[in-house]
């Protein structure tokens, strides 16, 4: 009932920009007549934005193709008209380019160009994988291996999933964003890298072929190269990666693949999973167990108690009036049995 009443509204939204682009295209004013519109059906895919927050499977609904562009408030972005009436959000590589996260520690030559210790990272941070200007597409939709997960595997880090595809199946970008890798790169074989504007970075390898170079703007849903077996690979797959400031973690903790959907758009990265045993599907232990460190600190900070320095207190008459010693106190409160007792200070008595 509610989602009749969703679609319902979706398609008034739909059909009132349908309205207000019929007539745009019928008296198009002087100086929209001057204007050259360009359209760049390579880059360009249809795409709805959705009110609703289900999990994402694909926003790329139709194959017609664009017609025009409409401005918004927003120079950078405008809105793609399509020939079946539908609509989506579509960002200019120039505003893109203004982040710059395609500036710094961009090396077309290497896996990880960041040099970042992972000590310089928080424990978490939250990103945006999407909105409505920056969508999402399965990058190959299947059952992941069984031994293809991400973890160690016959003595090296296994560092993305793999997933079974046909030589030539097309394989998509997950996410908008800037090709910053597309070479033969040994064991991967054809290797595309791409760095998204939150700064994630997806890897597509074993391609049989590359369909974009270095530099180049891609949406979510382009088709960046085709499905193969090059590189260390002993059979047709997809190997795919997902990593921040150079980081691995695996890539089921943002995508169920046997789906095709995403499973967040707003993605809380904890540092954990760059470790190579944290798999989506086995962390669950690891969950619990955090779980009840975090209730052992809650109960051990609840028993704390403080007492505040007064004129003339000794730490032995705190130890005795708190049923404690003087060298437990010492120990709580990293000092020693000589130092100065200034009135004021907390002092930790349990
Ligand atoms: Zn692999």
């Known amino acids: 009932m509610a989602q009749n009443r969703m679609k319902k509204v979706v398609l008034m939204y739909l ?10 295209l019928a008296f198009p004013t002087e100086s929209s007549a001057n204007r050259p519109v360009r359209i760049d059906t390579v880059r360009t895919h249809l795409v709805v934005p959705r009110p609703a927050l289900e999990p994402l499977k694909s926003l790329i609904t139709s194959p017609s193709d664009p017609i025009d562009t409409l401005d918004t408030a927003n120079e950078h972005i405008k809105v793609v008209l399509h020939a079946d009436q539908t609509w989506h959000y579509y960002k200019t590589p120039g505003f893109q380019q203004t982040t710059g996260v395609f500036d710094e520690h961009w090396n077309e030559s290497a896996t ?5 210790e992972q000590s310089e990272l928080p424990n978490e941070w939250s990103i945006w994988l999407v909105d409505s200007l920056d969508q999402y597409h399965c990058p190959f939709q299947g059952s992941v291996y069984y031994r293809g997960k991400f973890g160690p595997r016959r003595g ?10 046909k030589v030539g199946d097309p394989v998509y970008a997950t996410f908008t964003g800037k090709v910053r890798v597309s070479k033969y790169w040994g064991a991967f074989g054809n290797l595309v890298v791409i760095r998204h504007e939150n700064g994630l970075e997806t890897f597509y390898a074993h391609l049989s072929k590359r369909n974009v170079e270095v530099g180049d703007w891609v949406n979510a849903g382009d088709v960046i190269g085709l499905g193969g077996s090059t590189g260390r690979s002993t059979g047709p797959h997809l190997h795919y990666e997902t990593r921040y400031k150079g980081f691995a973690f695996d890539p089921q903790w943002l995508i169920d693949f046997e789906k095709g959907i995403l499973r967040h758009r707003l993605f809380v990265l904890k540092k954990k999973y760059f470790n190579i045993y944290s798999n989506y599907e086995q962390d669950f232990e690891d969950e619990i167990k955090n779980d009840e460190d975090d209730k052992k600190e809650d109960a051990e900070k609840a028993a704390m108690k403080y007492y505040v320095i007064k004129s003339g207190d000794t730490l032995g008459r705190i130890a005795i009036n708190n049923g404690t010693t003087v060298n437990a106190l010492c120990r709580l409160n990293g000092i020693t049995p000589k130092t100065t007792l200034k ?3 907390k002092i930790r008595v349990r």
Not at 15 to 24: D, G, L, N, P, Y
Not at 156 to 165: S, T
């Open 156 to 165: 090296r880090r296994h560092q993305g999933v793999d997933i079974p595809l």
């Open 112 to 116: 990880n160009p960041y040099g970042i």
């Open 343 to 345: 009135i004021g200070r």
């Open 15 to 24: 059909a009132s920009i349908a309205v207000v682009a019929t007539a745009w």
